[in-house]
T-cell receptor, first 115, second 109 residues
Framework: NAGVTQTPKFQVLKTGQSMTLQCAQD?????MYWYRQDPGMGLRLIYY???????DKGEVPNGYNVSRLNKREFSLRLESAAPSQTSVYFC??????????????FGQGTRLTVV | LAKTTQPISMDSYEGQEVNITCSHN???????ITWYQQFPSQGPRFIIQ???TKVTNEVASLFIPADRKSSTLSLPRVSLSDTAVYYC??????????FGKGTSLLVTP
């Protein structure tokens, strides 16, 4: 079972470049999330999509945009990358937004370096 | 959202029982308590979730006192492979997944 798949796994960008991180889940989950994790830090929520057709800001949305393309896919876009966006990005999905259906499944992460 | 406080780090020897306590004084009536585990270079993995009293699965136990202002994740007889970061989350909705910094557990021989 694939679960949550993120592409690419690694990426190096120059300051000012743009890119889109892709995320797809095959578990028919309603909710999807994007997190960033900096060295020695916990995960910080960037954006989430509680259900298809909706997106909301999380704790650190500045500099990012998202698209819930369909129920399976949730992409994260950096319009003008900055060194402060160097991080590991995780995508996650969960069945629902009310316990006990909130177990989140994570992708393997995208390691992004902005130089 | 209820704020959680947990130790930054803990050390243990193989074979010991490890208890990680999380404080959540402002927990709301509808909030559940969920614990995740994260290994280096991997995304977090769900361990256990509970609302009150005790919950046990094949991996861990979760103890929640009657006032629900804290919870304790218990890992029986840890091994080296249990070295990871453990996150305590409190919330009543799927998107209240705020992880914080977690507790870094180091298990040594």
């Amino acid at each position: 079972n694939a679960g949550v798949t993120q592409t690419p796994k690694f990426q190096v960008l120059k300051t000012g470049q743009s890119m889109t991180l892709q995320c797809a889940q095959d578990m028919n989950h309603n909710s999807m999330y994007w997190y960033r994790q900096d060295p020695g830090m916990g995960l910080r929520l960037i954006y989430y999509s509680a259900s298809e057709g909706t997106t909301d800001k999380g704790e650190v949305p500045n500099g990012y945009n998202v698209s819930r393309l369909n129920k399976r896919e949730f992409s994260l876009r950096l319009e003008s990358a900055a060194p402060s966006q160097t991080s590991v990005y995780f995508c996650a999905s969960s069945e629902g937004t009310s316990p006990p259906n909130t177990e989140a499944f994570f992708g393997q992460g995208t390691r992004l370096t902005v130089v | 959202l209820a704020k959680t406080t947990q130790p930054i780090s803990m050390d243990s020897y193989e074979g010991q029982e490890v208890n990680i306590t999380c404080s959540h004084n402002n927990i709301a009536t509808n909030d559940y308590i969920t614990w995740y585990q994260q290994f280096p270079s991997q995304g977090p993995r769900f361990i256990i979730q509970g609302y009150k009293t005790k919950v046990t699965n094949e991996v861990a136990s979760l103890f929640i006192p009657a006032d629900r202002k804290s919870s304790t994740l218990s890992l029986p007889r840890v091994s080296l492979s249990d070295t990871a970061v453990y996150y305590c989350l409190v919330g009543d909705s799927g998107y209240a997944l705020n992880f914080g910094k977690g507790t870094s557990l180091l298990v040594t021989p």
